[in-house]
């Protein structure tokens, strides 16, 4: 079960240098990748993930909706933010009480809550999202809406780390409130110039679904530039010809190519590459 910290919700330090490099990356298509890095000048984070989620008593409601995630990223391994999402949002999130405790708080109210993997309560949840992608702990910033929903700003210690020490959940409380604030900025952001310019929806990769290729290089950055146009093409439903007349290569090198990046991502067969980097129309 989560705790909620009882730690003060302090104001940040104007100088924090984590905190000047949120606002200087505001609205940019990197800044989950850059507000992530700068958070670990100040605590060992290797991913976040900021969504949105209706309690029990929203999701009641005739218009009831899904989490929706706004941002993710990882630092230093493969980004499986939102593979770990999507798989929250098929229905992990229906048995999730880990943010139970905040929604008894008064809309736009705060709270600091820290979870470790064992306290998951439900099986499946833990076993999907935190052991299967070597997630130690989540801390979490979390407010209440007024629609029922809770905004949720999650930073996770991954198991090649310590998890988080008294000194950086100090730090964490200090800067919590400017962080949250940056992050509702950028979201707000990224959705007006959405509305504004649909066709500058291809530099928003935070808030849109991955391409096959960046599903790729976030699994596995090593793969070789001809690794990934040999990969995108097969997620396509090319044969080797195809892919070898419309690459310049012969159908052997193809093969080569397709055999090392398998070796990579730890697959064998091609309907595993289709089963986890294929994309839904």
Not at 30 to 51: D, G
Request: a neutral charge; one cysteine or more; hydrophobic letters at 45%.
């Amino acid at each position: 079960m989560s705790r909620i910290l009882e730690l003060p919700i302090r104001p940040a330090q104007a100088s924090t240098p984590s905190l000047v490099g949120l606002v200087d990356a505001l609205g940019d298509a990197a800044f989950a990748e850059v507000a992530l890095a700068r958070l670990n000048e100040s605590l060992r984070a290797a991913s976040w993930s900021v969504y949105q989620v209706w309690q029990p008593g929203a999701r009641q409601q005739a218009d009831a909706r899904q989490p929706v995630l706004h941002l993710s990223a990882s630092l230093g391994v493969p980004d499986t933010t939102r593979d770990c999402f999507e798989a929250y949002r098929q229905g992990l999130y229906r048995n999730d009480t880990s943010f139970d405790v905040v929604s008894q708080q008064r809309a736009g109210q705060m709270a600091l809550m820290r979870m470790g993997a064992d306290e998951v309560n439900n099986a499946a949840h833990r076993e999907a999202i935190y052991r299967r992608h070597g997630v130690r702990e989540r801390l979490s910033a979390v407010q209440q809406e007024a629609d029922g929903s809770l905004f949720a700003v999650n930073l996770y210690a991954h198991v090649h780390q310590p998890g988080f020490e008294a000194g950086e959940l100090e730090r964490f409380a200090d800067m919590a409130a400017v962080v949250v604030a940056c992050v509702r900025r950028h979201v707000a952001l990224s959705a007006r110039l959405l509305a504004l310019q649909p066709e500058t929806a291809a530099l928003l990769p935070t808030v849109l679904p991955l391409t096959p290729r960046e599903r790729l290089q976030r699994a596995c950055a090593e793969l070789t530039p001809r690794e990934l146009d040999v990969c995108e093409r097969l997620l396509r439903g090319w044969s080797f010809d195809g892919v070898a007349a419309d690459l310049g290569l012969s159908v052997p090198t193809v093969k080569t190519y397709r055999t090392r990046a398998f070796d990579r991502l730890g697959i064998h067969f091609r309907n595993e590459l289709f089963a986890r980097f294929a994309v839904a129309a």
